[in-house]
Each structure stands twice: as C-alpha cells, then as structure tokens.
C-alpha cells in the first residue's frame, strides 16, 4: 500500500466549542453530526448541526441539568 492509499482525514470546518465535547456523531445518509458534552458548571448539552454551503448551522440544542 503506496501513502497515496492510506485512509486520510480531512478538515472542512473547525468550530470551538464553549464546552466539554465528550462525543460527536454523523447522522448516517445526511450532512448532519450530532455533539454531546458538559459545561463547566456540570450541566450536560446535546447539539445538533448540520452543514450548509461550508459552514456549520446549529439547528437544535437540548441541556440538561
């Protein structure tokens, strides 16, 4: 296997975050991902994104306490 088959992983759009993402997910067959964390102050937060014309649209947050 040449380096020019190697699975590659590529950046399209970075984004910080004002939490701790413990785990991120694709919505399978979309351009959607799904990220789960813990504010500072320990309360809990799912997001839902999806990506439009290369950039990042939050379409729902959910918190838990």
Known sequence: MSAFE???????I???F???VFDCKWV???AK???MGN???GT?????????HG?????REVGAS
Do not use: M, W
């Not at 809990?44 to 439009?52: K, T």
């Not at 950039?55 to 379409?59: A, E, N, P, R, V």
């Open 44 to 52: 809990g937060v799912i997001q839902l994104y999806e990506i439009q």
């Open 39 to 41: 504010f500072a102050r």
């Open 55 to 59: 950039d990042l649209k939050l379409l």
């Open 28 to 30: 399978p067959c979309s």
């Open 18 to 20: 004002n939490y701790t």
């Open 14 to 16: 970075q984004k910080g």
């Open 6 to 12: 190697k699975p590659q992983i590529i950046a399209h």
């Open 33 to 35: 991902f799904v990220t």
